[in-house]
């Protein structure tokens, strides 16, 4: 489904998120000298979710005081229930508002750790498409085969002419693709990192006796490197190898709904409420996404769901806990106060703070302003109904509406 090439990925947003990552995974490699890239990516998700860590409980305060907020974002929803007009729009508008205000929450606050999950894993499948070019060492071991290569012409014809097969991305390469492999060691790289067993078996015989045996004992360590189990690398998608490769998004799938199934208990949401169906569906819809994804994306991307929904399993399990312990009116209290300090220093303090006076004061100004713009329409049109027919003002006026419709 996705083409490959060695050069790191330069997306303008994309691409400086995998270079992070792909030297954090360089790092894990070079440090723990663990020649498994699946085994150094479940390392490395468990280290860009302790990082993320913070930010998980942040999200579920946010839960705990959403559910603190259900009955009065119900009764706010309840009282402009089928009004459609701006006025009552606006109103409700500030009211809610207002009630996020004086708890110290935010709309928003529960999507980051989400929108920054999701960068990571779209950057990931970046790195792993390419892992050559982001970690070193792997570079060295595919670079000794492309320097017997390049003086092999039967192994470059062999490399041209599979090169579309391995889905690798030719368009830069020229009309000669036997010269541009000659002229890039890259080029030769991008081929090779597609190799499977049977490519690699082939490839070897195309060299001397003493080479091919260097070429094999390569290949056995590039496999072993890339390997997953049953035979699966971590290029390769479970969508172009179904078994074993299913269990991949299946598994995915399941330990993504028992995560989503911990989070919700934190979650006390008010049937009432128009957004309880909205998170309903939202605890199916991402169990089916993470399915998607790992039979599409790269093997290494779907371990690394499934390493990361095995994280936060665990670290829910322990978050439930903590929550569970946690004084939520107090937790209210502290941001009602800050909410307060910051409203004073913004100079946007209403007389006793309330959110109705706050929320009538800014209704009444829209409703001041609907007036004011109703009067004055009314206004021009009795005054062009007080002309006298056939005067002489009359006749401006009428001049005077003509011009304006000309403009």
């Given at each position: 489904?996705?083409?490959?090439?060695?050069?790191?990925?330069?997306?303008?947003?994309?691409?400086?998120?995998?270079?992070?990552?792909?030297?954090?995974?360089?790092?894990?490699?070079?440090?723990?000298?663990?020649?498994?890239?699946?085994?150094?990516?479940?390392?490395?998700?468990?280290?860009?979710?302790?990082?993320?860590?913070?930010?998980?409980?942040?999200?579920?305060?946010?839960?705990?005081?959403?559910s603190k907020m259900q009955p009065e974002l119900s009764k706010i929803t309840q009282k402009y229930k089928g009004k459609t007009d701006n006025a009552s729009v606006m109103a409700q508008q500030q009211e809610t508002k207002a009630l996020y205000d004086k708890y110290g929450a935010s709309p928003t606050g529960g999507c980051l750790p989400m929108f920054i999950t999701m960068f990571v894993?779209?950057?990931?499948?970046?790195?792993?498409?390419?892992?050559?070019?982001?970690?070193?060492?792997?570079?060295?071991?595919?670079?000794?085969?492309?320097?017997?290569?390049?003086?092999?012409?039967?192994?470059?014809?062999?490399?041209?002419?599979?090169?579309?097969?391995?889905?690798?991305?030719?368009?830069?390469?020229?009309?000669?693709?036997?010269?541009?492999?000659?002229?890039?060691?890259?080029?030769?790289?991008?081929?090779?990192?597609?190799?499977?067993?049977?490519?690699?078996?082939?490839?070897?015989?195309?060299?001397?006796?003493?080479?091919?045996?260097?070429?094999?004992?390569?290949?056995?360590?590039?496999?072993?490197?890339?390997?997953?189990?049953?035979?699966?690398?971590?290029?390769?998608?479970?969508?172009?190898?179904?078994?074993?490769?299913?269990?991949?998004?299946?598994v995915s799938v399941i330990l993504q709904y028992i995560q989503t199934h911990l989070m919700s208990q934190n979650s006390q949401i008010d049937p009432d409420n128009p957004m309880a169906a909205s998170m309903k569906s939202m605890n199916l819809f991402m169990p089916i996404m993470s399915g998607i994804f790992c039979l599409f994306f790269p093997i290494g991307a779907g371990i690394y769901?499934?390493?990361?929904?095995?994280?936060?399993?665990?670290?829910?399990?322990?978050?439930?806990?903590?929550?569970?312990?946690?004084?939520?009116?107090?937790?209210?209290?502290?941001?009602?106060?800050?909410?307060?300090?910051?409203?004073?220093?913004?100079?946007?303090?209403?007389?006793?703070?309330?959110?109705?006076?706050?929320?009538?004061?800014?209704?009444?100004?829209?409703?001041?302003?609907?007036?004011?713009?109703?009067?004055?329409?009314?206004?021009?049109?009795?005054?062009?109904?007080?002309?006298?027919?056939?005067?002489?003002?009359?006749?401006?006026?009428?001049?005077?509406?003509?011009?304006?419709?000309?403009?």
């Amino acid at each position: 489904m996705f083409d490959i090439f060695l050069t790191q990925y330069g997306g303008s947003f994309l691409g400086p998120i995998a270079k992070v990552l792909g030297w954090i995974l360089n790092a894990i490699y070079n440090i723990l000298g663990i020649e498994n890239v699946a085994i150094n990516i479940i390392i490395f998700t468990f280290i860009v979710n302790l990082i993320m860590l913070p930010l998980t409980i942040k999200q579920q305060k946010f839960s705990k005081l959403s559910s603190k907020m259900q009955p009065e974002l119900s009764k706010i929803t309840q009282k402009y229930k089928g009004k459609t007009d701006n006025a009552s729009v606006m109103a409700q508008q500030q009211e809610t508002k207002a009630l996020y205000d004086k708890y110290g929450a935010s709309p928003t606050g529960g999507c980051l750790p989400m929108f920054i999950t999701m960068f990571v894993f779209l950057a990931l499948y970046r790195v792993i498409y390419a892992v050559p070019a982001y970690v070193d060492q792997i570079y060295d071991i595919y670079d000794k085969v492309a320097k017997l290569s390049l003086d092999n012409n039967d192994a470059l014809q062999y490399l041209a002419d599979n090169a579309a097969n391995l889905k690798v991305v030719t368009s830069g390469w020229g009309d000669n693709l036997i010269n541009a492999l000659r002229e890039n060691e890259n080029y030769i790289i991008d081929v090779l990192t597609k190799f499977g067993r049977d490519n690699w078996s082939a490839f070897a015989e195309l060299f001397a006796n003493g080479q091919a045996s260097e070429v094999t004992n390569i290949a056995d360590k590039i496999m072993h490197i890339n390997y997953v189990f049953g035979g699966l690398n971590i290029s390769e998608t479970p969508a172009t190898k179904m078994f074993p490769g299913i269990i991949i998004p299946i598994v995915s799938v399941i330990l993504q709904y028992i995560q989503t199934h911990l989070m919700s208990q934190n979650s006390q949401i008010d049937p009432d409420n128009p957004m309880a169906a909205s998170m309903k569906s939202m605890n199916l819809f991402m169990p089916i996404m993470s399915g998607i994804f790992c039979l599409f994306f790269p093997i290494g991307a779907g371990i690394y769901l499934i390493a990361s929904n095995l994280f936060r399993i665990i670290q829910q399990f322990f978050v439930n806990k903590y929550m569970d312990n946690l004084d939520v009116d107090e937790m209210v209290e502290k941001n009602m106060e800050k909410a307060k300090e910051k409203r004073e220093k913004l100079g946007l303090e209403v007389s006793n703070g309330s959110i109705k006076n706050v929320a009538t004061t800014r209704t009444n100004s829209v409703k001041d302003l609907s007036n004011v713009n109703t009067k004055k329409n009314n206004m021009k049109e009795n005054k062009s109904m007080n002309y006298k027919k056939g005067s002489i003002a009359s006749i401006a006026h009428m001049m005077e509406q003509s011009d304006k419709g000309d403009k």
